[in-house]
Structure formats: C-alpha cells, structure tokens
C-alpha cells in the first residue's frame, strides 16, 4: 500500500517570497492533516480536513498560510510571504476518519533565509 | 490546558543495553495514547497505540505501559540497536474532539 506522498522533499526560499507544499494521501483517507515541526519541538497542527472541508484550522496563522483540498484527495499548503520563524518540516498525515491511527509523510523541509 | 511532556529530552545508551522513556500528560478526557518513533528526516511511525483500559502493549522489543490514573505511560526498549536511534513522541488523542496533542519526544543516541 502506497503511503503518504509528500513534495517537495526540501525547499528553501528567502523571506517574503511565496512557497506551496503538496500533500497525496494514502487512497480512501477521508481526514488528511497537515502539522508544522519546528526543530526539537513535536508537531503542532496548522489544519484538518475532512473529505474537503475543514475540520480543524485554529492554529493556522491566517494571515500568511492557506490550505485546500478541493476534490477531497491531494491538499496544498501554502505560505505567502514567508518569514524566517516558517523555517519547519511540515508533515501531512492522512487517516480513513478522526477515531483511526494517521500515517504520516516524509515530510518537507522549508528553509527561510 | 492539555499538555503533554516527555522525559528525558535526550538520552545516549550503548548498543545492546535497556532503557525507559517516559510520557506524563494532562489531557482529559482522552480517547487513546500512542508512542511513535520519527527518525532523523522522516515522518513520524507508529509504535504502540493503547487505549484507557490497557496497561501494556507489546511491539517487538518496544513495549509500553499505561496508568490512566497517574496519567502517566513509558516506553521500554529492550535490547537496542543502532537503528534505535530517533525521536520516540509521545501523542495523547483527546476523547470526542480526536485531536492529537503531540510530546516533545526524546531522542534517544544508541552508540556502538
């Protein structure tokens, strides 16, 4: 079974310019989330979706990141403009629903310099 | 404020040896606890996964254990390997909101 397919692997980018993650779940994952992980802490969710609307986004910082997930399937998670705190791996985890265990992507690690 | 906190933050063992990691957590109520292992560049993977009413679980030389009461759970590595090497997270699942309220992790050093 193919698991959570993440791009890119890494990014880096300069502060103030814009950036987009792709996130493809594992196939029939209704719940699909997307966490930030800053170096040495545990992930912190930004998003949670369900199918394609949104569960859970009070964590997201709504002003510079935005996320969708239009067909219920793929998602994007997008900066714009970034600042120099964004630098993080952001993972994106999927689940068949909220109750069951998420595998996790590989994730991808953003640099802003 | 659910919190969950992991001890110690890293811990260096030589091949071949035991150790314990442990988890303490405030969440309440909470639907099931998980110990997951993340290595250096990857997604966190899933280890055990115990809910309220179990005390131990089991997975290969990983084992865990759960008091609801103290709210407290370890994971016991036996026997470790090099490939040991990673961040163990500790994630408690809130009950009703599903929420996952991740540990810090301890990462743990298993040298030759």
């Known amino acids: 079974e193919a698991g959570v397919a993440q791009s890119p692997r890494y990014k880096i980018i300069e502060k103030r310019q814009s950036v987009a993650f792709w996130c493809n779940p594992i196939s029939g994952h209704a719940t699909l989330y997307w966490y930030q992980q800053i170096l040495g802490q545990g992930p912190k969710l930004l998003i949670q979706?369900?199918?394609?609307?949104?569960?859970?986004d009070s964590q997201l910082p709504k002003d510079r990141f935005s996320a969708e997930r239009l067909k219920g399937v793929d998602s994007t998670l997008k900066i714009q403009p970034a600042k120099l705190e964004d630098s993080a791996v952001y993972l994106c985890a999927s689940s068949s629903d909220p109750n069951t265990e998420a595998f996790f992507g590989q994730g991808t690690r953003l640099t802003v310099v | 404020k659910n919190q969950v906190e992991q001890s110690p933050q890293s811990l260096i063992i030589l091949e071949g040896k035991n150790c314990t990691l442990q988890?303490?957590?405030?969440?309440?109520?909470?639907?099931?606890l998980r110990w997951y292992k993340q290595d250096t560049g990857r997604g966190p993977v899933s280890l055990t996964i115990m809910t309220f009413s179990e005390n131990t679980k089991s997975n290969g030389r990983y084992t865990a254990t759960l008091d609801a009461d103290t709210k407290q759970s370890s994971l016991h590595i036996t026997a470790s390997q090099l490939s040991d090497s990673a961040s163990y997270i500790c994630?408690?699942?809130?009950?009703?909101?599903?929420?996952?309220?991740f540990g810090t992790g301890t990462r743990l050093k298993v040298l030759a």
């Open positions: 994630v408690v699942i809130g009950a009703g909101t599903y929420k996952y309220i």
């Open positions: 979706f369900q199918n394609n609307g949104v569960v859970d």
């Open positions: 988890c303490n957590y405030t969440v309440s109520p909470f639907s099931n």
